[in-house]
């Protein structure tokens, strides 16, 4: 069982930045891929950035891309989703997750463990 834990959430203003960290429980942390998402209410939690095992390769949805910045230190068993350029349409709970397996997906379903979320609140 990974148990994950989201911090760094918070409010700011647009166009101002924050850093999101998650900390894993797990010692084999490099033999998951880690993904972010993130979810308002009445909406279904999206896909926001994913990256494999080795952090050498990622993925970004279209609406961060340019803006966020995903990346991970094995050796400290932690995933950090930095944001710039922030927008009051990014205002969410921000959700950490693990898929058992070195690879990435674009599939929420396929992510096999969750923080418990943060919120981050942009205001314009």
């Known amino acids: 069982q990974v148990q994950l834990v989201e911090s760094g959430g918070g409010l700011v203003q647009a166009g101002g930045s924050l850093r999101l960290s998650c900390a894993a429980s797990?010692?084999?942390?490099?033999?998951?891929?880690m993904g972010w998402f993130r979810q308002t209410p009445g909406k279904e939690r999206e896909l926001v950035a994913t990256?494999?095992?080795?952090?050498?390769?990622?993925y970004y949805s279209d609406s961060v891309k340019g803006r966020f910045t995903i990346s991970r230190d094995n050796a400290k068993n932690t995933v950090y989703l930095q944001m710039i350029s922030l927008k009051p349409e990014d205002t969410a709970v921000y959700y950490c997750?693990?898929?058992?397996?070195?690879?990435?997906?674009?599939?929420?379903?396929?992510?096999?463990?969750w923080g418990q979320g943060t919120q981050v609140t942009v205001s314009s």
């Open positions: 797990e010692r084999t942390f490099s033999d998951y891929a």
């Open positions: 990256i494999n095992w080795s952090g050498g390769r990622t």
């Open positions: 997750a693990a898929r058992d397996s070195r690879y990435y997906s674009l599939v929420r379903e396929e992510y096999d463990y």
